[in-house]
């Protein structure tokens, strides 16, 4: 198993490109199977997630080229040869849940184990299964697998008890090629599904209202193939944002959206960090004015990102007063409190609330273990402002989601590399 070793860096200075989205690229890779036509994808971040789902799309019978330099992907799914997901592939990555939708849309049938991936709560599918039903599937399920099964889907009103991405992002694929007009209400607004709405479009989908919480689709009888740009990362954009607050640093975020990082600019704002939309992309400066506490709040988007809860959580440990972290979207997130607190965080959880003391001038540098993607990237930032030598094991997480993270990191200041373990 590989770790990181970081050691105190200084402040990072200089640029970053962020990379596509990896949220964005993993559904809309599982959309392609919805046409028989091949279908372009730019801007593909390299990825272990999106390997994974490359391997699936594969193992179903589509002809994958993945050009990893040109961060292109086309897939050409001319034939579906199966409609289960092998075991192997789905405890990697929960996100092989996207291909129930599409799979049940074009072959009239889906069988997957239940999703593995970050164990950041109870992680059920009843939202998905829900939406599906209401399209007239038939859903049979057990502790270890679920099967979708429906000779026809039909549009309907389906109304999200929670405003799940994955379960809208779902919905609305299944609902592109279904008779007449679906209509989620209480969807999920995240940029991610407007980018998959767009890349539905292009396909020849009829999709309205994508990025408001009532999306309206009505169903066409094919779709073709077509070329699509994936959105840059706002995952990545908050969490170099987040990078250069911590270290004090100045850094210039090229190819970011600001629009969708609206919250994390808001909430470093209020610690007084400056930050600046320039035509060359988005400044972050953390030298600038002495940093202080702020409260946050992780919300379904337009609200605080609960991605970059882990992230945020680690830079306020650094600032001038105590902060309040509250997590409502996820049960059990808060894993990265306790690997905080061996970094002398002295952190304080009780139920969906973390106390977050702050004023750590010098947090001192530990053997932590990222227990999910994001408390793996909030390590690593902790790392880079704690005293000594950090350890942070478990980095295939990381690995998961950052696309060339250690270099992008060294490329700007920070020290850090990765090793394997060969205990
Ligand atoms: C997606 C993102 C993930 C992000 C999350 C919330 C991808 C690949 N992953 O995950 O990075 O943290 O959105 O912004 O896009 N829920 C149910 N029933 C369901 C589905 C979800 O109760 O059928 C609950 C979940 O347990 C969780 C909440 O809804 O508490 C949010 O989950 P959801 O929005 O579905 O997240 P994902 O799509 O899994």
């Known amino acids: 198993m590989a770790k990181y070793l970081v050691e105190r860096s200084g402040p990072l200075v200089g640029e970053v490109a962020i990379s596509g989205a990896k949220n964005a690229v993993l559904p809309i890779l599982a959309a392609t199977v919805l046409t028989k036509e091949p279908c372009e994808i730019y801007d593909v971040p390299q990825l272990r997630d999106v390997d994974v ?17 040109e961060h292109t992907i086309v897939v050409e799914a001319a034939e579906i040869t199966d409609t289960e997901i092998p075991y192997e592939f789905m405890k990697q990555m929960r996100a092989s849940i996207f291909l129930m939708g599409p799979l049940l849309a074009r072959m009239g049938s889906a069988v997957m184990s239940m999703p593995g991936g970050c164990a950041i709560g109870n992680r059920p599918i009843d939202l998905h299964n829900k939406g599906l039903k209401a399209l007239g599937a038939k859903i049979l399920q057990d502790d270890d697998s679920v099967e979708a099964i429906a000779r026809k889907l039909t549009g309907n009103k389906v109304y999200l008890d929670f405003p799940s991405v994955g379960a809208t992002e779902n919905i609305m694929m299944a609902a592109t090629l279904a008779e007449g007009t679906t209509v989620i209400e209480n969807a999920a607004e995240e940029p991610e599904i407007v980018d998959l709405a767009n890349f539905l479009n292009k396909m020849g989908a009829r999709i309205r ?135 002398g965080a002295n952190i304080r959880v009780e139920d969906r609330t973390a106390y977050v003391p702050g004023d750590k001038n010098v947090l001192s540098g530990a053997s932590v273990i990222a227990t999910d993607l994001r408390a793996g990237a909030a390590l690593v930032l902790a790392g880079l402002v704690a005293e000594g030598h950090t350890e942070v094991a478990n980095v295939h997480l990381v690995e998961r989601g950052y696309e060339n993270f250690v270099d992008k990191l060294t490329a700007i200041g920070g020290k850090i590399r990765k090793v394997e373990d060969v205990a």
């Open 53 to 69: 789902m490359c391997r699936i799309l594969r193992a179903l019978g589509a002809r994958v080229d993945e050009d990893p330099k």
């Open 209 to 343: 209202g994508a990025g408001t919480d009532n999306i309206r689709i009505e169903g066409v009888a094919s779709l073709h193939g077509t070329r699509h740009a994936v959105i840059p990362d706002r995952i990545e954009t908050g969490t170099f944002m987040v990078a250069a607050a911590i270290t004090r640093g100045d850094l210039l975020l090229v190819n970011s959206v600001p629009d969708h990082v609206r919250p994390v600019i808001a909430k470093l704002g209020e610690c007084g960090v400056v930050i600046n939309d320039e035509v060359d992309g988005l400044r972050i400066r953390g030298d600038l004015k002495k940093l202080r506490a702020t409260d946050i709040k992780t919300l379904p988007y337009p609200g605080f990102p609960t991605d970059m809860q882990a992230p945020f959580m680690a830079f306020l440990t650094t600032v001038q007063g105590s902060s309040t972290v509250i997590e409502t979207v996820f049960e059990n997130r808060f894993m990265h409190a306790d690997e905080l607190n061996r970094m």
